[in-house]
Nanobody, 123 residues
Framework: QVPLVESGGGLVQAGGSLRLSCAASGRTFSSYAMGWFRQAPGKEREFVAAISQIGKSTYYADSVVGRFTISRDNAKNTVYLEMNSLNPEDTAVYYC????????????????WGQGTQVTVSS
């Protein structure tokens, strides 16, 4: 088990920034690829960003390229999502995900999910 706990969500005005954090328990954090997904009301959950086990590889959804940055600190068992230039379309519950191999953008095979943190962007 790898419990994941997200934090950092909240209400922000359009154009603003937020940084989400996802803290993991256990001593095997560095063996997991990590990612972020989001789900807006009435919509399917969608991929946002992912990072490989030691952080050498990152990939993003087209909708967030140039605005969001994923990073990780394996010493702190934490993955981050820095979100800039937020717009109302970014409003969603953001979920942290962990996979022993790779985060698939279609979420297939994700081993663990966090409980989610709400991000609301006002216009």
């Amino acid at each position: 088990q790898v419990p994941l706990v997200e934090s950092g969500g909240g209400l922000v005005q359009a154009g603003g920034s937020l940084r989400l954090s996802c803290a993991a328990s256990g001593r095997t954090f560095s063996s997991y690829a990590m990612g972020w997904f989001r789900q807006a009301p009435g919509k399917e959950r969608e991929f946002v960003a992912a990072i490989s086990q030691i952080g050498k590889s990152t990939y993003y959804a087209d909708s967030v390229v140039g605005r969001f940055t994923i990073s990780r600190d394996n010493a702190k068992n934490t993955v981050y999502l820095e979100m800039n230039s937020l717009n109302p379309e970014d409003t969603a519950v953001y979920y942290c995900a962990a996979d022993t191999f790779r985060i698939n953008p279609d979420a297939r095979g994700v081993d663990y999910w966090g409980q989610g943190t709400q991000v609301t962007v006002s216009s």
